[in-house]
């Protein structure tokens, strides 16, 4: 049999289940199956299911998988045992799929631990509606809804595309969205009734500079189904123009949104665009966690070793991708896992102050555990940070700045930022006091005749 992709034994090791691409098959596990023989009809196939059963054994199954995965053979002091037989008589009392996930997040969570998350399950799925969102914000304004804002995107990348801005659409600030595919649009309806369902389809609108109609024009947009990536990108670019115009162009400005596949890229991006920057503020707010963040340490504190003169343009320095002024991070309590992990980094090479608030203080690792018997999830945390000193830490601690600064919400209504507003002061005060060295180049060599 060809193109096998999987498979699996009985119990008695005496029948063999395989999957290929053309399905799936049973056959004796004693000789290789023939081609097409033993497959199985899914269409035909009929399951009984109890599902009191069901919670029944996957409420002690969940108990297993924490007595045989978790880090600590311990269970950092709780007593599995007794704790299966307090919670045991709420499971007779469960109507829903969804209330067994309920009292596994309330049992677990006497394990007092990080990333012991639960999920999934067999559940109704209905189908969803989606909206419509064209990524603007809209005000109030005469009887109708004037186009606050247009978020710009990147309409080259199909993960940032903005509907307003796309080539032969044009929309501005300041116009006012009057109609949706025909339907008019006034200050007694709203403007995401009518784009119910359109994400991902072509809608026309009917947008002019005037509440009643005169001048206006139709433009044919695709809303998206999220604006999420839009302003996020709108929020990145607004505070490395705030940190450039603040500094004088003297700093650069890296957000970090994980350290993970999303963080590793925005490092790339804006870190090595900036090189040319005398000092940095590093923004880990919110940092969503994933892996250990060494590579980013690494560059953020990597010596220049030496000088290279070229003949034509501007000489460069070794090892590339270092910029040995002062830093700053920014921190605060949605940061975790990972984001607790990076600023610790941060602090422990020395790179400068951490500023913000005590992240979340999560740093254990989860994988390798086996899920339940309808697909619902529930971790087990296996492995543990602690210090090369010999102590557990950051977990259920966080990482504590070294100026606490909270994110002041009047401040935030004004436009201001006030823990990127400190992040900047301090890393100006720290470049005045010990300003970059510039190393001249010296005269070429000349050797005797």
Known sequence: MDGVQRFDLSAKGEKMLVRTQAGWFISGAGQAPKPGEGRLNLETVQVRVDPRAEWQQMYREAWRIERDYFYDPGHHGLDLKAAERRYAPYVGSLHHRADLNYLFNEMLGELTVGHLYVGGGDMPNPKRVPGGLLGADFALANGRYRIAKVYSGENWNPQLQAPLTQPGSEVKAGEYLLAVNGQPLTSQDSPYRLLENTAGRQVVLTVGPDPDGKGSREVTVVPVGSETGLRNREWIESNRRKVAEASGG???????????????????????????????????????GGSAADYIIDYLKKPVNSYWAVRDGEDFRQPFGTMTGPKAMLINEHAGSGGDYMPWLFKRAGLGPLIGKRTWGGLVGIGGYPTLMDGGTITAPHFAFYTPEGRFAIENEGVAPDLEVDLDPKAWREGRDTQLERGIKEVMEALAKNPPVKVKRPAYPRYPR
């Not at 890296?254 to 923004?283: C, E, H, M, S």
């Open 250 to 288: 003297k700093l650069a400005y890296v957000w970090l949104p994980d350290t993970a596949n999303g963080g590793y890229t925005n490092f790339n991006r804006y870190w090595f665009a900036q090189l040319d920057k005398q000092g940095a503020v590093i923004d880990e707010r919110f940092n969503g």
